[in-house]
């Protein structure tokens, strides 16, 4: 074995150039594995960085998809969101947050007067502003308490008390405290989406605007399929009906940037394994390059008494020897680059596969017959 070694070190110095190429195309073939690998895992990170920050909007409109405000739909859909409908196996309201919810009615009295249910200042939308008084919390919308915020043109109809009547059309008349000024138009009145407004129990209306963000990117999928149980994908086809509400999900920016980053995982997938087999191909090819005209070394070495696998050794040996530098290179890169071992495993399967191509062309070439390479060349 020592002997077959100092001849396949003899022969190596004899061929400098190529030991100097195999040095770096080993440190090349190392070091790919692990820079894909690397790209990978960035492709990955950013993937979940995205999913992390984006939120997702859902709006609900009318049936037809036509409509985002006024849209006149049964509040039983925001009793679905808000997760009061689980004894009826709806169970939506986890894929839920950031609800905004709003409600308009028109006023008997004051004369031409709206009132708008709100679950927050958020919900009434960027052209209306609340301003509350000294001592109130905006978080007052989210109660049920019998209060409002008011226009300004409104405020002569407050009482000593700081109370506003307020005459409803087909029901009785209600009393608020006013607790802060609404900006941006006149005759509004916003009060608590929950405020018990008729005291002889609980009442249905429309929805005039609600919209939500989904509570977990990563679940989009399933967060669509559940939605779109109790919800109506958008068509003009569709009726209007109080009943059916359509559910718009803005999802396609994100969509169409997700795609785009797995494919690109996809396809640095494919280039590793591609690279496996390259690696192969090319230890066969250098084994063929170095060794095509040494059948009648490799003769006579099996006629000097050497096994054939032991011929085969000695001319993988000699292959194997200028790549351990470059796989002490290529080893060094890849650490540098993934900050740790883990592209090693795909470094040493490309060695393993470039020495397997090697010995496959020397096996091959050292299977002629001593006897008959004697005669052919005679």
């Known amino acids: 074995m020592k002997g077959l070694l100092t001849v396949a070190w003899k022969n190596l110095r004899h061929r400098l150039p190529a030991a100097i190429g195999l040095v770096l195309l080993s440190a090349a073939l190392f070091s790919g594995g692990s820079l894909l690998r690397a790209m990978a895992r960035s492709q990955t990170q950013a993937l979940e960085t995205m999913t992390e920050q984006t939120e997702i909007t859902?709006?609900?409109?009318?049936?037809?998809?036509?409509?985002?405000?006024?849209?006149?739909?049964?509040?039983?859909?925001?009793?679905?969101?808000?997760?009061?409908?689980?004894?009826?196996?709806?169970?939506?309201?986890?894929?839920?947050?950031?609800?905004?919810?709003?409600?308009?009615?028109?006023?008997?009295?004051?004369e031409r007067a709206v009132l708008i249910r709100a679950n927050g200042p958020e919900a009434i939308g960027p052209d209306l502003k609340l301003r509350f008084a000294d001592g109130t919390e905006e978080t007052c919308l989210a109660g049920t308490e019998?209060?409002?915020?008011?226009?300004?043109?409104?405020?002569?109809?407050?009482?000593?008390?700081?109370?506003?009547?307020?005459?409803?059309?087909?029901?009785?008349?209600?009393?608020?405290?006013?607790?802060?000024?609404?900006i941006g138009a006149e005759s509004i009145?916003?009060?608590?989406?929950?405020?018990?407004?008729?005291a002889e129990g609980s009442e249905s209306f429309l929805l005039d605007r609600c919209s939500f963000t989904l509570s977990d990117t990563r679940r989009l999928d399933e967060a669509k399929e559940a939605l779109f149980e109790w919800f109506t994908v958008p068509s003009l086809t569709n009726a209007s009906d109080p009943g059916k509400a359509g559910l718009l999900i803005?999802?396609?920016?994100?969509?169409?940037?997700?795609?785009?980053?797995?494919?690109?995982?996809?396809?640095?997938?494919?280039?590793?394994i591609l690279l496996l087999l390259l690696s192969g191909a090319l230890g066969l090819l250098t084994g063929l390059l170095?060794?095509?005209?040494?059948?009648?070394?490799?003769?006579?070495?099996?006629?000097?008494?050497?096994?054939?696998?032991?011929?085969t050794f000695s001319a993988a040996t000699e292959q194997l020897l200028p790549?351990?530098?470059?796989?002490?290179?290529?080893?060094?890169?890849?650490?540098?680059?993934?900050?740790?071992?883990?592209?090693?495993?795909?470094?040493?399967?490309?060695?393993?596969?470039?020495?397997?191509?090697?010995?496959?062309?020397?096996?091959?070439?050292?299977?002629?017959?001593?006897?008959?390479?004697?005669?052919e060349e005679e």
């Open 146 to 182: 019998l209060v409002c915020c008011i226009s300004p043109n409104l405020a002569g109809l407050t009482d000593e008390n700081g109370m506003i009547r307020l005459e409803r059309r087909f029901l009785p008349p209600v009393s608020l405290r006013v607790v802060g000024t609404v």
């Open 323 to 375: 790549m351990l530098p470059g796989i002490a290179v290529g080893a060094l890169i890849g650490v540098a680059v993934l900050r740790d071992g883990t592209g090693l495993a795909d470094g040493f399967l490309q060695m393993l596969l470039y020495l397997c191509g090697g010995i496959a062309c020397v096996w091959l070439l050292t299977g002629v017959e001593p006897i008959r390479l004697m005669k």
């Open 250 to 272: 803005q999802d396609a920016e994100y969509t169409a940037a997700a795609e785009e980053i797995r494919s690109h995982i996809v396809l640095l997938g494919r280039l590793r």
């Open 189 to 198: 009145a916003v009060c608590p989406f929950d405020a018990q407004l008729y």
């Open 58 to 110: 859902c709006i609900v409109t009318d049936a037809t998809g036509t409509k985002t405000g006024g849209i006149n739909v049964s509040d039983s859909f925001a009793h679905k969101l808000r997760g009061k409908l689980h004894e009826s196996g709806c169970t939506i309201d986890e894929y839920v947050r950031d609800l905004r919810l709003t409600a308009r009615e028109e006023l008997a009295s004051p």
């Open 290 to 311: 170095m060794n095509r005209k040494r059948q009648r070394e490799f003769a006579v070495m099996r006629c000097l008494g050497c096994k054939r696998l032991a011929v």
